[in-house]
T-cell receptor, first 110, second 117 residues
Framework: GQNIDQPTEMTATEGAIVQINCTYQ??????LFWYQQHAGEAPTFLSY????GLEEKGRFSSFLSRSKGYSYLLLKELQMKDSASYLC???????????FGTGTRLQVFP | DAEITQSPRHKITETGRQVTLACHQT?????MFWYRQDLGHGLRLIHY???????NKGEVSDGYSVSRSNTEDLPLTLESAASSQTSVYFC????????????????FGPGTRLTVL
């Protein structure tokens, strides 16, 4: 079976750094996606990790450890507009489907 | 610009009625997916298609059907709407790479909020 865990809610202060963790158990793991979803809107793509290590993209970075079944999304210099849900999703070798976690709702306070 | 659209954006219907939600993409993607999103459950896959005339059941397919007659469209039909199908529905599409190239990014439509009374 497949299982993806991420915290339900997190809070942080504007300008700070926050790390959102995602752990997964899946057969035939291929890669891991992070999406951002603002309230009432569609998910939008943030990052895709296939190999172990850190991928940096501006204020956002994503890390993957395949051996540990673990990923995190790191958001630096938080802005109010970063208040959103962050969805972790995994893909498997034998399919183009994604399995999504339940998402982490991040609230950024001034 | 290529895009993916859904219609209607909001729909209220009654229990037992047939409802069809439209999804149209101009990316020319082979893959199309339908999800529902509910509090506490995240995005759950209803049906998906890897190309014309191909359809597959996802994890929550009971009470739903899809058909793929062309590349651009994957309509989702609720054969007899139930209150448990009140949800936000998202359509997504992605390109189809060979297995050795990994999984392509899925791009989502704006969603349809469906209420079944």
């Amino acid at each position: 079976g497949q299982n993806i865990d991420q915290p339900t809610e997190m809070t942080a202060t504007e300008g700070a750094i926050v790390q959102i963790n995602c752990t997964y158990q899946t057969s035939g793991f291929n890669g891991l996606f992070w999406y951002q979803q603002h309230a009432g809107e569609a998910p939008t793509f943030l990052s895709y990790n296939v190999l172990d290590g850190l991928e940096e993209k501006g204020r956002f970075s994503s890390f993957l450890s395949r051996s540990k079944g673990y990923s995190y999304l790191l958001l630096k210099e938080l802005q109010m507009k970063d208040s959103a849900s962050y969805l972790c999703a995994v893909s498997s070798y034998n399919t183009d489907k994604l399995i999504f976690g339940t998402g982490t709702r991040l609230q950024v306070f001034p | 610009d290529a895009e993916i659209t859904q219609s209607p954006r909001h729909k209220i219907t009654e229990t037992g009625r047939q409802v069809t939600l439209a999804c149209h993409q101009t990316w020319n993607h082979n893959n199309m997916f339908w999800y529902r999103q509910d509090l506490g459950h995240g995005l759950r896959l209803i049906h998906y298609s890897y190309g014309v005339q191909d359809t597959n059941k996802g994890e929550v397919s009971d009470g739903y059907s899809v058909s793929r007659s062309n590349t651009e469209d994957l309509p989702l039909t609720l054969e007899s709407a139930a209150s448990s199908q009140t949800s936000v529905y998202f359509c997504a599409s992605s390109d189809r790479k060979g297995r050795e190239y990994g999984t392509d990014t899925q791009y989502f439509g704006p969603g349809t909020r469906l209420t079944v009374l």
